[in-house]
């Protein structure tokens, strides 16, 4: 939606509604245990109505039970009570539609042009051509909501959303920034991690393990669970280009090495290195959706291959994933069908969901670098050997889907097959090809 923006110069707001989960009544009986300084707290707040049922624990703590009026911020109802209000608000006054491939998301055609408004929680973002619709929608959703406290509203060119920096300021494109995500990152680290450089995030046996390294102490395992957590955060939204040294260092914070910390030492001196880097997205055509995948055949320890997608509107990887399969193949073909199913779900949404927006997709495009994948994904039980019968589920399931013209897939040379990035830890030119081309 944020590429759609730039694309459409759209005019961009955010909006935070700090008072929401006071808005929504709780829907069933809820109690909550306040103890210590809570207790005495709310006692403060107002002695006559609470002080009363000041009563104290085994250990003598001051405990005062409540019974919740109001959805309380991190309890499991609050934002899905505030999905139902804020959801029901904008449906019934205000005339919106849900899209129904993502019930956060909703539409109006406004003046002949399209508002859109999603949010996460209580986080919302709004958009329009005409800035004064996001001025007219933002006062009526602070008429509701913002009633116990103000709305905080962003307008302009860059925003800061769900950790995330927006920022529009280049014409019909949006770069994806966390810097002050990444230096916050970086400046926590021990002193002397950073005095090497590192030119990729990975080495080449980034997939190997040696069961007899020793296992980190306690503290380097926390350490280590800590920044691969933070890096799958940071991956996910601004640095797609460290995702396959994360999908693995994922698979390995419950059983760190000596060999698991030194590759995460890597991709942080990568890291550091890249530290002013950021994800840039612009549009091609919003009418068709171009799709790698690829993958590796058995490169893990268990013999597993490992799956490689993307997913570009034109610069710049909107939707990138690198994965372990989750089942033993018995040749780089049927891996390369594997991993098609594995995207495929994604694919398939996004088709859906795009065209629940509005946009008539014209080609949904799977470009892939296995010939022998694409004929049985095109041609399922006519490409059908003795080798591939007991495949019959998986690739029939995307040949019903070419066939009903959902994905086309065509063929791509090795050398610029974008997905090949995420499936191994790539070296020099060919990293930083395919790397410039998934950043934008």
Same mark, same amino acid.
């Given at each position: 939606?944020?590429?759609?923006?730039?694309?459409?110069?759209?005019?961009?707001?955010?909006?935070?509604?700090?008072?929401?989960?006071?808005?929504?009544?709780?829907?069933?009986?809820?109690?909550?245990?306040?103890?210590?300084?809570?207790?005495?707290?709310?006692?403060?707040?107002?002695?006559?109505?609470?002080?009363?049922?000041?009563?104290?624990?085994?250990?003598?703590n001051?405990?005062?039970?409540?019974?919740l009026?109001?959805?309380?911020?991190?309890?499991?109802?609050?934002?899905?009570?505030?999905?139902?209000?804020?959801?029901?608000?904008?449906?019934?006054?205000?005339?919106f539609?849900?899209?129904?491939?993502?019930?956060?998301?909703?539409?109006?055609?406004?003046?002949?042009?399209?508002?859109?408004?999603?949010?996460?929680?209580?986080?919302?973002?709004?958009?329009?051509?005409?800035?004064?619709?996001?001025?007219?929608?933002?006062?009526?959703?602070?008429?509701?909501?913002?009633?116990?406290?103000?709305?905080t509203?962003?307008?302009?060119?860059?925003?800061?959303?769900?950790?995330m920096?927006?920022?529009?300021?280049?014409?019909?494109?949006?770069?994806?920034?966390?810097?002050?995500?990444?230096?916050?990152?970086?400046?926590?680290?021990?002193e002397?991690?950073?005095?090497?450089?590192?030119?990729?995030?990975?080495?080449?046996?980034?997939?190997?393990?040696?069961?007899?390294?020793?296992?980190?102490?306690?503290?380097?395992?926390?350490?280590?669970?800590?920044?691969?957590?933070?890096?799958?955060?940071?991956?996910k939204?601004?640095?797609?280009?460290?995702?396959?040294?994360?999908?693995?260092?994922?698979?390995?914070?419950?059983?760190?090495?000596?060999?698991?910390?030194?590759?995460?030492?890597?991709?942080?001196?990568?890291?550091?290195?890249?530290?002013?880097?950021?994800?840039?997205?612009?549009?091609?055509?919003?009418?068709?959706?171009?799709?790698?995948?690829?993958?590796?055949?058995?490169?893990?320890?268990?013999?597993?291959?490992?799956t490689?997608?993307?997913?570009?509107?034109?610069?710049?990887?909107?939707y990138?994933?690198?994965?372990?399969?989750?089942?033993?193949?018995?040749?780089?073909?049927?891996?390369?069908?594997?991993?098609?199913?594995?995207?495929?779900?994604?694919?398939?949404?996004?088709?859906?969901?795009?065209?629940?927006?509005?946009?008539?997709?014209?080609?949904?495009?799977?470009?892939?670098?296995?010939?022998?994948?694409?004929? *049985?994904?095109?041609?399922?039980?006519?490409?059908?050997?003795?080798?591939?019968?007991?495949?019959n589920v998986?690739?029939?399931?995307?040949?019903?889907?070419?066939?009903?013209?959902?994905?086309?897939?065509?063929?791509?040379?090795?050398?610029?097959?974008?997905?090949?990035?995420?499936?191994?830890?790539?070296?020099?030119?060919?990293?930083?090809? *395919?790397?410039?081309?998934?950043?934008?």
């Open positions: 939606t944020s590429l759609i923006d730039a694309e459409e110069r759209r005019k961009v707001a955010t909006v935070d509604s700090p008072g929401a989960f006071m808005h929504s009544d709780m829907d069933e009986l809820v109690h909550v245990r306040m103890s210590g300084p809570m207790a005495t707290l709310l006692v403060r707040v107002d002695p006559a109505k609470y002080r009363k049922y000041l009563v104290k624990d085994k250990k003598g001051d405990v005062v039970y409540v019974e009026a109001k959805a309380l911020y991190g309890t499991c109802q609050a934002a899905l009570l505030f999905w139902e209000n804020l959801s029901s608000f904008l449906i019934e006054e205000l005339g539609t849900l899209n129904k491939y993502d019930k956060c998301v909703a539409n109006k055609m406004i003046d002949g042009k399209q508002c859109t408004i999603l949010w996460h929680v209580d986080d919302l973002k709004i958009s329009h051509v005409d800035d004064n619709v996001n001025t007219n929608i933002i006062e009526l959703i602070n008429g509701e909501f913002g009633q116990e406290a103000p709305l509203i962003t307008r302009g060119k860059v925003h800061d959303y769900l950790g920096t927006l920022d529009y300021t280049e014409k019909g494109k949006v770069k994806i920034k966390m810097l002050d995500y990444v230096k916050k990152m970086l400046d926590d680290l021990p002397g991690m950073l005095d090497d450089e590192s030119p990729t995030p990975a080495a080449n046996h980034l997939f190997t393990v040696d069961d007899n390294k020793p296992k980190v102490d306690e503290k380097r395992a926390q350490f280590f669970h800590t920044y691969v957590a933070k890096t799958l955060f940071l991956c939204r601004a640095r797609p280009d460290l995702q396959t040294a994360v999908a693995f260092l994922c698979t390995r914070v419950k059983s760190c090495d000596e060999d698991d910390y030194k590759k995460l030492i890597r991709m942080l001196q990568f890291l550091h290195a890249t530290r002013d880097d950021f994800l840039t997205l612009s549009v091609t055509s919003l009418h068709n959706v171009r799709w790698w995948v690829d993958a590796s055949y058995a490169v893990h320890p268990d013999m597993k291959s490992h490689g997608g993307a997913m570009s509107l034109g610069a710049g990887v909107i990138g994933t690198s994965k372990r399969q989750k089942l033993n193949t018995k040749s780089s073909t049927e891996a390369e069908v594997v991993g098609t199913d594995d995207v495929m779900p994604q694919m398939l949404w996004t088709l859906y969901f795009l065209e629940a927006q509005g946009y008539k997709i014209d080609d949904n495009l799977l470009y892939q670098d296995n010939k022998s994948s694409i004929l *049985l994904e095109t041609n399922g039980r006519g490409s059908s050997g003795k080798r591939t019968r007991h495949m998986r690739y029939f399931c995307i040949a019903d889907r070419v066939k009903s013209k959902e994905i086309r897939i065509e063929y791509c040379p090795t050398g610029i097959m974008l997905a090949d990035y995420f499936t191994k830890p790539l070296q020099g030119l060919l990293f930083r090809q *395919l790397r410039d081309m998934i950043m934008g």
